[in-house]
């Protein structure tokens, strides 16, 4: 089932555990995203564009002092959330690669790698908010609908488990996010009542 895929697996380190899933998640939605990348009408989006109802996602270029929060368009946000992604979990001083098994938990392990995979995710979901918001036509007429549903559910499945997402940010999506937790709930719930002692 999805609870038992996205349950901790018994002598696993959850860091570990969530690290593992964000590089999947991220490759899950790089790739819905490439089916839509060369779509001309990606152009025709003006900074503020392409959000989900009543939200607009801001980018930060810089860091720090230096740091300026720009508008940007949905289609060029997902390129720098996807770009910004992608140089996190390539960076092995941030997600060392599993052949230094103590490394990689002691790195797992620190404040900086939480906050680091909740930021992760939480760009995830914006993604996911942006395509079903504004792209989900197309998608549908590619048939890509249902690998972007079961992709946006073992994600929701995952979040939930593990309370990656915010309130705050699922508010955009909560007629989507509502039902796929309920069915979450109640087959866990089902899960434990069938459990032994």
């Known amino acids: 089932s999805m609870n038992e895929a ?16 964000a590089v999947d998640f991220y490759n899950d939605v790089s790739t819905i995203w490439a ?11 003006r900074p503020g564009e392409g959000f989900p109802s009543g939200v607009e996602y801001r980018w930060s270029e810089g860091t720090g002092r230096d740091a300026q929060t720009i508008s940007v368009s949905a289609p060029v946000y997902i390129e720098k959330v996807l ?10 001083t941030k997600f060392p690669d599993d052949d230094d098994e103590a490394e990689a938990l002691r790195v797992f392990q620190t404040p900086q790698f939480a906050a680091l995979c909740g930021q992760i995710f939480r760009r995830l979901f914006r993604v996911y908010g942006i395509v079903y918001s504004s792209f989900f036509g ?8 249902p690998h972007l ?6 994600f929701m499945f995952f979040c939930t488990e593990f309370g990656l997402l915010p309130e705050r940010e699922v508010e955009p999506l909560e007629v ?10 109640l087959t866990k ?9």
């Open 189 to 197: 719930q089902q899960g434990s009542v069938g459990a032994g002692p």
């Open 35 to 45: 089916v839509m990348a060369g779509d001309p009408y990606l152009s025709s989006f």
């Open 6 to 21: 996205v349950a901790l697996p018994p002598g696993e380190s959850c860091a570990g555990w969530v690290a593992v899933h």
């Open 149 to 154: 549903n079961t992709c946006f559910k073992h």
């Open 138 to 145: 197309t998608l549908e007429a590619l048939g890509m609908a």
């Open 83 to 92: 770009h910004w992604i992608a140089e996190q979990i390539n960076d092995e």
């Open 176 to 185: 989507l996010v509502k039902p796929i937790r309920k069915q979450y709930y």
